[in-house]
T-cell receptor
Framework: GNSVTQMEGPVTLSEEAFLTINCTYT??????LFWYVQYPGEGLQLLLK?????DKGSNKGFEATYRKETTSFHLEKGSVQVSDSAVYFC???????????FGRGTSLIVHP | DAGITQSPRHKVTETGTPVTLRCHQT?????MYWYRQDPGHGLRLIHY???????DKGEVSDGYSVSRSKTEDFLLTLESATSSQTSVYFC???????????FGPGTRLLVL
């Protein structure tokens, strides 16, 4: 079956630090890959996605590259802000069902 | 944005009582999902629907049932609530790309 593994949190950083959250996956097909973000008290919302190998998804200064050879989709941001504090979920969607598989989430805490 | 709303947003109930949570969407999306979110488990799929009156089980469906009599509404019922069903419940709809999930704001359920 499909699975998504992401690094355990919490990840604690100072403002303007570099962020990496690791995500690896296993899939039976050729999935699309996603990062979702969940701010306190809210539902998840799409942060970025990539649909094929070597694609780079980007949004709000975050980016992730679809690496088929290493089955990874690591999230990066060059300079985090306090407002980036949230829980980040890596996910995949595989055909034909397109039922998503989520990682367990990584909490990010950014201190001023 | 798929215009997902959930009701109620908060509920406290007693063990053994039935509970129904409602999810409403305004974008005519075909696929809808119910998840529960618990610390240490991330998001787990309860049930999903692929059309009116077409539903199927997810990984944690025991103790839950769903109904979808209209495209816009997807109901989750706990037939006889137990303390283990205390959780935050999220509804989601799948976007036009048939991959991206759009989430509601969640329902916090406490079963005493």
């Amino acid at each position: 079956g499909n699975s998504v593994t992401q690094m355990e949190g919490p990840v604690t950083l100072s403002e303007e630090a570099f962020l990496t959250i690791n995500c690896t996956y296993t899939a039976t097909g050729y999935p699309s890959l996603f990062w979702y973000v969940q701010y306190p008290g809210e539902g998840l919302q799409l942060l970025l996605k990539a649909t094929k190998a070597d694609d780079k998804g980007s949004n709000k200064g975050f980016e992730a590259t679809y690496r088929k050879e290493t089955t990874s989709f690591h999230l990066e941001k060059g300079s985090v802000q306090v407002s980036d504090s949230a829980v980040y979920f890596c996910a995949l969607s595989d055909r034909p069902s397109n039922i998503p598989t989520f990682g367990r989430g990584t909490s990010l805490i950014v201190h001023p | 944005d798929a215009g997902i709303t959930q009701s109620p947003r908060h509920k406290v109930t007693e063990t053994g009582t039935p509970v129904t949570l409602r999810c409403h969407q305004t974008e005519n999306h075909r696929y809808m999902y119910w998840y529960r979110q618990d610390p240490g488990h991330g998001l787990r799929l309860i049930h999903y629907s692929y059309g009116v009156k077409d539903t199927d089980k997810g990984e944690v469906s025991d103790g839950y049932s769903v109904s979808r009599s209209k495209t816009e509404d997807f109901l989750l019922t706990l037939e006889s609530a137990t303390s283990s069903q205390t959780s935050v419940y999220f509804c989601a709809a799948q976007g036009v790309d048939q991959e991206t999930q759009y989430f509601g704001p969640g329902t916090r359920l406490l079963v005493l």
